[in-house]
């Protein structure tokens, strides 16, 4: 296994973030987090998956992406929160917000 970083642009909020992590996701022995705040995607990739068909994924998606760092995964590595259902569970707790108001209901 190993983790890949990569430098990410044009993503302008959390879904972007999410968006990327979805496609990565999708790609047989990936496990990918994209964080919006710095612009970067972490993955953890078996030997079959190249720098180039994650690149193209999010290129894909409407991003660009390119290489900041590659080596092998180790111990001490912090296991990446990312997956599509926490991903997913995140984006809902995002899209509620704001919507916890009343209605208002005729008399």
Excluded: W
């Amino acid at each position: 296994m190993r983790r890949i970083q990569l430098d990410v642009t044009g993503m302008t909020c959390r879904m972007c973030s999410a968006h990327i992590e979805l496609k990565l996701n999708t790609i047989p022995g990936v496990l990918a987090s994209a964080d919006f705040p710095t612009a970067t995607a972490t993955i953890d990739a078996d030997a079959t998956v190249s720098v180039a068909q994650l690149c193209a994924a999010i290129e894909e998606a409407g991003y660009q992406a390119e290489l900041r760092s590659e080596r092998p995964r180790t111990a001490e590595d912090p296991p990446l929160s990312g997956g599509p259902v926490k991903r997913i569970a995140g984006l809902a707790r995002f899209l509620s917000r704001g919507r916890r108001t009343q209605a208002a209901h005729p008399a």
